[in-house]
């Protein structure tokens, strides 16, 4: 079964607005990771941040994580349209440290 | 460093026949991850191996199978291919598997006929 859900499954925002993602999930994590995924394409990680911490930056990216609500965000500052793709949040399904992967948001960015 | 290869690229089978995809690893990386996509499922897990064992199996069918050669690189292997076999089999390195990131190929595609 998933381990993240994604919300909203779609979004569709001007270039230059700020985007954001989240990521809800059912059991203790390890941590959690975001990737992006162009269409047809293998996915590019983004950002992993630890259940012991409770943001983490990487350039216009912001990634929040509140262990005690069980859910994560993703921010996208200053959307561009290279920004147009799919991103997914991913958990380590706890001891058996399996990578599991929500359905994902499809993110696009209007000119 | 050069990605994680993925071979080949687009696959059409039959049904009933068996496939058999390729994965070469980033060098250095001991572990292999397979994942199958498909619009309705998402990504979901079939296998992950390191340093030749498989360490932790998804919720697939025996007709899946993969393994992985000394050298790290994997295959994985479908038999007796159904319809819902259909996907972008996806392949993932990282060093330890555990607690990093995954580095991802650009996929097979396979289309079952």
């Known amino acids: 079964s998933q381990q993240g859900e994604e919300d909203p499954q779609a979004l569709s925002i001007q270039e230059g607005e700020n985007a954001t993602m989240n990521c809800s999930y059912k059991?203790?994590?390890?941590?959690l990771q975001w990737y992006r995924q162009n269409s047809g394409r293998g996915l590019v990680h983004l950002i992993l941040?630890?259940?012991?911490?409770r943001e983490k930056h990487s350039g216009r990216l912001r990634v929040t994580l509140d262990t005690s609500k069980k859910s994560s965000s993703l921010l996208i500052t200053a959307s561009r349209a290279a920004d147009t793709a799919s991103y997914f949040c991913?958990?380590?399904?706890?001891?058996?440290?399996?990578?599991?992967f929500g359905k994902g948001t499809r993110l696009h960015i209007l000119p | 460093k050069a990605g994680v290869t993925q071979t080949p690229r687009y696959l059409i089978k039959t049904r009933g026949q068996q496939v058999t995809l390729s994965c070469s690893p980033i060098?250095?990386?001991?572990?292999v991850s397979w994942y199958q996509q498909t619009p309705g499922q998402g990504l979901q897990f079939l296998f992950e191996?390191?340093?030749?064992?498989?360490?932790n199996k998804g919720n697939f069918p025996g007709r899946f199978s993969g393994r992985q050669f000394s050298n790290s690189r994997s295959e994985m292997n479908v038999s007796t291919l159904e319809l819902g076999d259909s996907a972008l089999y996806l392949c993932?390195?990282?060093?330890?598997?555990?607690?990093?990131?995954?580095?991802f190929g650009n996929g097979t595609r396979l289309t079952v006929t």
């Open positions: 993932a390195s990282s060093p330890q598997g555990r607690g990093s990131p995954l580095h």
């Open positions: 059991t203790s994590i390890n941590n």
């Open positions: 941040i630890r259940s012991n911490e």
């Open positions: 991913a958990t380590d399904a706890g001891r058996d440290d399996k990578i599991i």
């Open positions: 060098s250095g990386h001991r572990s």
């Open positions: 191996y390191f340093s030749e064992t498989q360490r």
